[in-house]
């Protein structure tokens, strides 16, 4: 089975900071990668998906990046709404495998 | 605008089952495929199920295999999760989700399954 290694576990950061999470697959996964935020009590909301494509409505601040194991999240510019929790998911068409999550709180 | 409403969850004794539904309303439901995700309290993600839209194409994670049964009636735009033989660590809030690509694109709001005695 395919691991997905999520780093850091939590990221402290201000207001207009760069931020970058990274998610590490254990063989190559090649684009088969999204990323989501989930906010309190929330459900995971899609960023991100074929590693590098933004779904629609997304603020142009997030930005994926990857391919085959090693995969980023770039969050240009963090506004007060992005802090949050950030999972990467790899997916193919008979599982998937959430990384452990990323926290990004206020510094 | 995809609209999707889980039900079903509450308290139950380990060992014993629940069944979760998902309705689905805002798109062409048997055109798409439909997963579980669950997330325990204050941990994070995990896939549970898939099915896909012919009704018969289906797939789960290791830790649900045999115990937990995922289906959907097109007809009635409803998707399903049949969980027997119930454990503590199966506490978490379902989440049924959209497929597109493969991805599990637009969520429900979530049902709470809590397994004690």
């Known amino acids: 089975d395919i691991q997905m290694t999520q780093s850091p576990s939590t990221l402290s950061a201000s207001v207009g900071d760069r931020v970058t999470i990274t998610c590490r697959a254990s063989?190559?996964?090649?684009?088969?990668l999204a990323w989501y935020q989930q906010k309190p009590g929330k459900a995971p909301n899609l960023l991100i998906h074929?590693?590098?494509s933004s779904e629609s409505g997304v603020p142009s601040r997030f930005s994926g990046s990857g391919s085959g194991t090693e995969f980023t999240l770039t969050i240009n510019s963090l506004q007060p709404d992005d802090f949050a929790i950030y999972y990467c998911l790899h997916y193919n068409r008979y599982s998937g495998t959430f990384g452990q999550g990323t926290k990004v709180e206020i510094k | 605008q995809v609209h999707l409403v889980e039900s079903g969850g509450g308290v139950v004794q380990p060992g014993r089952s629940l069944r979760l539904s998902c309705a689905a309303s805002g798109f062409s439901f048997s055109s798409y495929g439909m997963h579980w995700v669950r997330q325990a309290p204050g941990k994070g993600l995990e896939w549970v199920a898939v099915?896909?839209?012919?009704?018969?194409?289906?797939y789960y994670a290791d830790s649900v295999k045999g115990r937990f049964t995922i289906s959907r009636v097109n007809s009635k735009n409803t998707l399903y999760l049949q969980m027997n033989s119930l454990r503590v660590e199966d506490t978490a809030v379902y989440y049924c989700?959209?497929?597109?690509?493969?991805?599990?694109?637009?969520w429900g709001q979530g049902t709470l399954v809590t397994v004690s005695s």
């Open positions: 099915a896909y839209y012919d009704e018969v194409t289906k």
């Open positions: 063989q190559s996964i090649s684009d088969s």
């Open positions: 074929k590693a590098s």
């Open positions: 989700a959209r497929d597109v690509g493969g991805v599990p694109w637009d």
